[in-house]
């Protein structure tokens, strides 16, 4: 869902990817007992990545420019989420690499920056519903 508020998009862009990550996580939870499991997880997002410069129209969040003499960012990188396979730091008898703390401890971070992100764009909706109504109301 495009706002056309680059920030908003960005905001939604990284809760749809947390809410992937924690899909993914869940499955690994899941899979810990099967012969043979390696854990999956999402290449990690980057900043860097969002700011690039760029239209909105393709994503990603560029930066102001309106003097020549403003620095440009060099080679954006499209923002899309990979899955990867990675090994945890253990692999039992049967294979499985699955380790529960690890897969806890991304799980709770996930969540912990979703709140983050939830609270930021409520925070951003309610300036723009602030600078849309009318004075004196």
Do not use: C
Not at 59 to 79: E, F, R, W
Request: proline share 4%.
């Amino acid at each position: 869902m495009a706002t056309g508020i680059s920030l908003l998009d960005a905001l939604q862009n990284r809760m749809g990817w947390l809410s992937s990550r924690q899909k993914i996580v869940a499955e690994n939870v899941a899979n810990a007992s099967t012969p043979g499991f390696k854990p999956h997880d999402l290449a990690a997002q980057d900043f860097g990545q969002l700011m690039a410069a760029g239209s909105s129209a393709d994503g990603q969040m560029g930066m102001m420019v309106t003097n020549a003499m403003h620095i440009q960012m060099q080679n954006p990188l499209p923002a899309g989420a990979k899955e990867i396979t990675s090994n945890d730091s253990e692999t039992t008898m049967d294979g499985n690499s699955v380790v529960l703390e690890e897969q806890m401890l991304k799980m709770a971070e996930s969540r912990q920056q979703f709140e983050a992100a939830v609270g930021f764009y409520e925070k951003s909706m309610s300036l723009v519903r602030m600078a849309i109504r009318a004075p004196g109301k």
